[in-house]
């Protein structure tokens, strides 16, 4: 037993930053913020070299036949770098939609409710290759050239577009329940590190302020008050990321534990962590914190983008009790 | 990342289970928690079979006479002591985690000699006098004196919140050597005789009602100056080993025996019907992950310690996570209750409700409220979070 990161996956999970700070720096990020562009197909492409769609699929199959764990330590790198599109989905989507794997398909994913009565946003749905609707009966592609949508003049979070869809096709089916369920587990588990790479941003985000900024004389992370927002926004960062790891390890260990119990609570610990440390890194920085410059918002915003494809928080905290 | 258990682990654990499934049932009803004599035969009986099955001091060295078992062997132990149910450490706590592991890393081999073995066996109970009246959260300001005199020095003063006192044999004592105002520079560590005069002892009562801990006052007691442990003045760092060997694996068991509970209190509100109720489920499911996430931090924590030798400050992330969320589950405790929530002692009717009945409801929810106190108030760990792990600067 050794929960550490091995040395493979503090090597990764360095590559990927080293990636990120290259390719998706924050000021060109902000450069295309709510032009609706598309997304950047160097960057794209540059993502499918590193593995990060075939990074699981088996060696046989093309990939790079790594654990989830790995994906994990990933995905929280993508998260931390706020790098916009749908890498989660397409990831997913490997094995299951040609050319997802080598990034030549970007693959956008929806959840149909059982209702149907919900609003139903997609994002960049104009630089997708392929949507997947995810379903209690499975996976079905469809075709985003066929889906009724209209883009979204004013997105909450400005680096993620948002169609409107008025109507869903039904589109063909690629995957049966237990898909649906394997994919809404691993989105959990790997949108949670998604999560817990925003909140790991924001508490050096709050941090760095708070040691810089000065009133009464003196820097405001001395005053206890800020301290303990920091701090407790660390706990949230470093226990849901726990929660994340842990529940990746059980997908790739099974007999360790309950998988899709861990999956639930890493999800909905990391998006409670993601949005509250948002929420925290904005009143840390304070006035400063509510205006478009200081990027604290743009990780609550993303934050609240990438929850909502997890599964309600209520739901998931029933999953949790009921497997309790 | 792994958590998988190697064969050696595998096999560790399953001695352990088996020795406890064989001694458990042999153990005799546990006293009253009024009963401090009846508890502290109990708790030292228990020891004993601990230390002749060699499972003594788990987490001591071999040279300190423990069994030098690895980090995750001893989070192995704590956890099938948990999970069957084994006798706490009860009055045996200050003894084997706080001076047992300090004489071994800051004692002289006379000091090991004499101290260790008699923790180890049961044969010898320990209490702590660090707090005082007015040196809680800053330890730093006790005022207790030591003034030396020959060979031994003469203590004069008083401290808090000191445990089993009236049964300890020995207190791991702070006292201020230096000038007033000397704070950390002028404190030393001393084995204080409980059997000397001077020393009285008045029980404070908790809000639980129960007498767990109390008022040491000290009037010129004499401790030799061979019970030093650490340099003169030196106390401020010889504590800070003992400090950081709470915060790794001290709280270890406590995770699991509220997953426990928690699993308790999902069966009480099936058999009440509470389970009916939307909120109770996704209350119970999200204390639930919570929980799960701790025992995940626990181990990485147990495998950091594995790494470098030494707990890390992520102990105080731990400690203060489990300490908050175990008063929300005890919050949950009480909901479910009901009216059987405001009554201390088990209500006719409750039984056969195993071990959540309302007694253990309401005694979880007060002691509850002391787990974000002792060890550290949880606005004290904030500070160690913010001032030692993300370097924000002293106020």
Not at chain 1, 131 to 159: F, W
Not at chain 1, 211 to 221: A, D, N
Not at chain 1, 244 to 257: L, S
Not at chain 2, 252 to 277: I, P
Request: aromatic share 6%; proline share 5%.
């Amino acid at each position: 037993m050794d929960f550490e990161l091995s040395e493979d996956e503090r090597a990764l999970a360095e590559g990927m930053r080293r990636l990120c700070a290259g390719r998706f720096p924050l000021d060109r990020l902000r450069a295309a913020e709510g032009t609706r562009a598309g997304l950047d197909p160097a960057g794209w492409a540059e993502l499918a070299e590193a593995g990060v769609f075939s990074l699981r699929l088996p060696e046989a199959d093309g990939g790079l036949g790594l654990p989830t764990a790995a994906a994990a330590v990933v995905f929280e790198e993508l998260g931390r770098a706020l790098v916009p599109g749908p890498s989660l989905a397409s990831h997913l989507a490997a094995g299951v939609v040609d050319g997802a794997a080598e990034g030549k398909v970007v693959v956008g994913a929806v959840h149909r409710s059982a209702a149907g009565v919900a609003p139903v946003v997609v994002e960049h749905l104009g630089s997708l290759g392929t949507l997947v609707v995810v379903d209690d009966d499975g996976l079905s592609v469809v075709d985003p050239a066929t889906v009724g949508a209209e883009a979204v003049e004013r997105p909450l979070d400005p680096l993620t577009p948002l169609w409107h869809v008025a109507a869903l096709p039904a589109g063909e089916r690629v995957g049966g329940p237990d898909d649906a369920a394997r994919w809404r587990r691993d989105s959990r588990v790997l949108g949670g590190a998604l999560l817990v790479g925003l909140a790991a941003a924001t508490v050096d985000l709050a941090v760095a302020y708070a040691k810089e900024r000065e009133q009464f004389g003196k820097p405001i992370g001395s005053f206890q008050a800020v301290k303990h927002l920091c701090a407790d926004m660390l706990v949230r960062a470093e226990v849901a990321r726990a929660a994340v790891h842990a529940a990746a390890v059980t997908i790739d260990q099974p007999d360790v534990g309950d998988d899709v119990r861990a999956a639930a609570g890493a999800g909905l610990l990391a998006a409670e962590a993601a949005v509250a440390n948002g929420k925290a890194c904005i009143q840390v920085h304070g006035g400063m914190g509510f205006t478009w410059e200081v990027p604290a918002h743009l990780y609550l915003m993303r934050a609240r983008v990438l929850s909502g494809a997890l599964g309600e928080a209520d739901a998931l905290a029933e999953v949790v009790a009921t497997r309790y | 990342m792994d958590l998988r258990y190697s064969e050696s682990e595998e096999a560790f654990r399953a001695g352990l289970r088996s020795w406890l499934a064989d001694v458990l049932p042999t153990l005799p009803p546990k006293p009253s928690h009024l009963d401090w004599p009846g508890r502290r035969a109990y708790d030292t009986a228990w020891q004993r079979m601990l230390f002749d099955a060699g499972y003594a001091g788990i987490d001591w060295p071999v040279e300190g006479g423990g069994r030098g078992a690895s980090p995750v062997e001893q989070l192995i132990y704590l956890e099938e002591l948990e999970r069957a149910h084994a006798p706490y450490v009860g009055v045996n706590f200050v003894g084997l985690l706080h001076a047992g592991p300090t004489v071994i890393v800051e004692g002289t081999p006379e000091q090991r000699a004499r101290f260790l073995p008699p923790i180890l066996r049961g044969d010898e109970v320990w209490c702590q006098g660090f707090s005082e009246p007015g040196a809680g959260s800053d330890l730093a300001s006790l005022r207790t004196r030591a003034v030396r005199d020959g060979d031994e020095y003469v203590v004069t003063g008083q401290k808090i919140w000191t445990s089993h006192a009236e049964v300890a044999d020995f207190c791991e004592l702070l006292v201020r050597t230096g000038p007033e105002d000397s704070r950390h520079r002028g404190i030393t560590w001393l084995i204080l005789p409980m059997d000397r005069p001077g020393i009285d002892f008045r029980p404070l009562r908790t809000i639980a009602g129960s007498t767990e801990f109390g008022e040491l006052f000290l009037d010129g007691v004499r401790v030799p100056v061979a019970n030093r442990v650490g340099d003169e003045n030196d106390g401020w760092r010889v504590t800070m080993t003992t400090l950081s060997f709470e915060r790794g694996t001290a709280f270890v068991g406590e995770v699991l025996q509220s997953m426990e509970l928690l699993r308790g209190l999902r069966a009480l509100a099936r058999r009440t019907g509470g389970w009916a109720d939307a909120q109770v489920r996704r209350r119970t499911g999200h204390l639930g992950a919570e929980l799960d996430a701790l025992w995940a931090l626990a181990r990485r924590n147990v495998s950091q310690a594995a790494r470098t030798g030494v707990p890390g400050i992520g102990g105080s992330v731990y400690k203060l996570a489990l300490s908050e969320l175990r008063q929300r589950i005890a919050e949950l405790g009480m909901d479910l209750a009901g009216a059987a929530g405001l009554v201390w002692d088990e209500l006719p009717g409750t039984d056969g409700r195993g071990p959540l009945g309302n007694a253990e409801i309401v005694s979880t929810w007060v002691h509850s409220f002391s787990r974000t106190i002792a060890a550290g108030t949880s606005q004290i760990q904030r500070n160690i979070i913010a001032e030692r792990i993300l370097g924000l600067p002293k106020g």
